[in-house]
């Protein structure tokens, strides 16, 4: 049982995701601003933190900030009605492990909870297109070549992802196994995380449409 | 109770009557024309000036001042007297001064009774401005000022020229000796006149600015109501007079979100004139029409070429959504455009039933013809995948000249 926390500022839609999210999932808690996440989650020790990203108060990040900032353990996945490539870049360079829009089906928020929680990444179409979109646009050499460019493979990963494969149906297309492309997946997580080429972060700001 | 806030306010407007009084605080030199200021609720600058102008006639102002003086009770100032505003005090002084030389030279003062006319309008002048509505008075200001703004260099030029001909005329004239001293102090009665006024139209510049903005932020927020009241609130209805058949309420609601979302995050661009608004735009319109979700996410974008083989390719991806759409009985579609150096790419996926793409009949021009055709016409190339149960994949490429 994979114990779960909610964090939105929005009481029908934490109803909402209680009542979608499947039996192999246990909401242990709510809560509503970044106060009362900060706390929620140092007393009840969740596995996974659903996160809002605008919030009161500092919003996902600030979250993201205070309770991977003191050494907590607690994976987070990224929840958001926000199409803007800052805050979803943002929340993924604050340390949450996914993202994913509201209008995900129960069905695949459940899988995406249990892909996180065993430590794997979540990326939507969307994120995944923002990625290539953020290492593709490389007019300057990368600085550490390792963490600053993405291999072909993992290029061909997101690239099936942008066109709306799943894990299963990319595994099948390029002759590897599940956990494979979830390696793969995880490995761009860690290089958008870790990269501090200006590339990424200048190409967040051209594109801060709000 | 309300005694005793009537003795300890006098000033206020139950008051039916209020004795003058002098006050310590923002005094010049005896608190007259402040107190004949609060009792005529004008500004203190507009009757000292009135005192200035009538001493340089015949001193009639310094009389009246002194008379004032003697008949208006102090007072009570409890404290240190505060300090006098010299700087304001020194301007007037060199107003009155100016004013007093003026007078003298040009042989107003002598004539008296002449210039008392004069006096009087000038005082009545300043009254009404006073007294004139402050919104009307901005008005002035502003208009005033804005046409200055606007024309700075030709308004330079002009005073240059006015100055440059009136000290030209008395040269030919050979009166320019005489002129001198009255040249000279209306110059100082000038300036005196900015130093006065100086902080208060700052004030009133400062004012300008704010309710500019205040303009500003009100325009932003009338915009927003426009958007929400035109669609947010106009679907809202519509979904309630549907609320019967689910696919309808969905379809709005879809819509309506897309507009918002679209209006919130994506910036104002012409859906004719680069790639990815256009893969946007056309998305936008056929779930619409069919009521199926199409997801796009675009990467990379580029303009649309003028010789029509972009134009083409939209074409070609617009069909492919259609056939999704109509056939596939899928959920959801998702839509893939790339732009890598001069390939563009559009994915058009379903997960839908599939189908054998040899049983096609020939005569079926959807994908023959409005596909496949209609790309390799124009230089470029699709692909179908698909298979009975497996979902379908429609890849379109197309090579452009890469420009800038």
Redesign the interface.
């Known amino acids: 049982m994979i114990k779960v926390l909610i964090v939105d500022d929005h009481r029908l839609f934490r109803s909402g995701v209680r009542a979608e999210l499947g039996d192999s999932i246990q909401v242990i808690g709510e809560a509503e601003d970044v106060d009362s996440a900060v706390r929620a989650i140092a007393e009840m020790e969740p596995d996974v933190v659903l996160l809002d990203v605008h919030m009161p108060g500092g919003g996902g990040q600030e979250v993201l900030r205070r309770v991977l900032g003191s050494g907590g353990q607690v994976r987070f996945l990224a929840l958001s009605v926000?199409?803007?490539a800052e805050d979803v870049i943002g929340v993924i360079r604050g340390g949450a492990r996914g993202y994913v829009t509201k209008?995900i089906s129960g069905k695949e928020l459940t899988d995406a909870i249990r892909r996180v929680s065993e430590g794997d990444a979540v990326f939507s179409?969307?994120l995944?297109?923002f990625v290539?979109?953020a290492f593709?646009s490389s007019e300057a050499p990368p600085i550490d070549p390792e963490l600053d460019s993405l291999t072909q493979r993992e290029r061909e990963v997101l690239?099936l992802i942008?066109?709306?494969?799943a894990y299963k149906e990319i595994a099948k297309e390029l002759f590897i196994s599940v956990k494979t492309v979830e390696t793969h997946v995880s490995s761009v997580l860690r290089k958008l995380q870790l990269s501090n080429r200006h590339e990424l972060s200048r190409w967040a700001t051209a594109r801060r449409?709000? | 109770m309300a005694d005793q806030k009537t003795l300890a306010e006098p000033g206020t407007a139950e008051a039916p009557y209020r004795r003058m009084r002098r006050r310590m605080d923002g005094r010049l030199v005896g608190g007259v024309a402040h107190a004949l200021a609060d009792q005529l609720k004008l500004d203190p600058i507009v009757i000292r000036l009135a005192f200035v102008l009538l001493s340089a006639v015949d001193g009639v102002g310094a009389v009246a001042y002194a008379v004032l003086w003697m008949v208006t009770p102090r007072e009570e100032h409890e404290g240190p007297p505060p300090s006098r505003d010299w700087s304001q005090l020194a301007a007037f002084v060199a107003i009155g001064v100016a004013l007093f030389a003026f007078g003298w030279i040009s042989g107003a003062s002598q004539g008296g009774i002449g210039m008392i006319p004069f006096a009087i309008g000038g005082i009545g002048a300043l009254i009404l401005w006073q007294q004139a509505d402050p919104d009307r008075r901005r008005e002035w200001i502003a208009g005033g000022t804005k046409s200055i703004r606007k024309n700075r260099a030709r308004t330079l030029i002009g005073i240059v020229l006015v100055v440059a001909g009136g000290v030209g005329f008395l040269i030919a004239q050979d009166e320019l000796q005489d002129a001198t001293p009255g040249l000279l102090f209306t110059v100082v009665v000038v300036v005196g006149l900015v130093v006065i006024v100086a902080p208060w139209l700052a004030g009133l510049w400062k004012e300008l600015q704010l309710e500019r903005r205040e303009r500003i932020r009100q325009e932003e927020r009338a915009e927003m109501a426009a958007m929400v009241h035109d669609s947010v609130l106009h679907t809202l209805t519509l979904i309630q007079r549907v609320a019967h058949d689910p696919r309808e309420v969905a379809r709005l609601a879809r819509s309506q979100e897309r507009e918002l979302r679209n209006w919130l995050y994506q910036p104002k661009q012409d859906a004719d004139a680069t790639l990815a608004a256009a893969v946007r735009r056309i998305a936008a319109e056929e779930e619409d029409a069919h009521g199926v979700q199409i997801e796009v996410v675009c990467v990379g974008d580029i303009d649309i070429d003028a010789e029509g083989k972009l134009a083409a390719l939209l074409k070609a991806s617009r069909q492919a959504m259609v056939n999704a759409a109509k056939y596939s009985e899928s959920q959801s579609i998702s839509v893939y455009a790339e732009v890598e150096g001069e390939e563009v790419t559009v994915f058009v996926k379903d997960r839908g039933k599939g189908f054998d793409l040899d049983e096609v009949p020939l005569d079926r021009m959807g994908i023959r013809e409005s596909i496949i055709g209609r790309m390799e016409r124009h230089g470029g190339s699709a692909r179908v995948r698909t298979e009975p149960g497996e979902g379908t994949e429609v890849m379109l490429t197309m090579k452009v000249a890469k420009r800038d």
């Open positions: 926000s199409d803007a209008n179409p969307r995944a297109g290539l979109d593709a690239r942008a066109r709306g494969y449409l709000v």
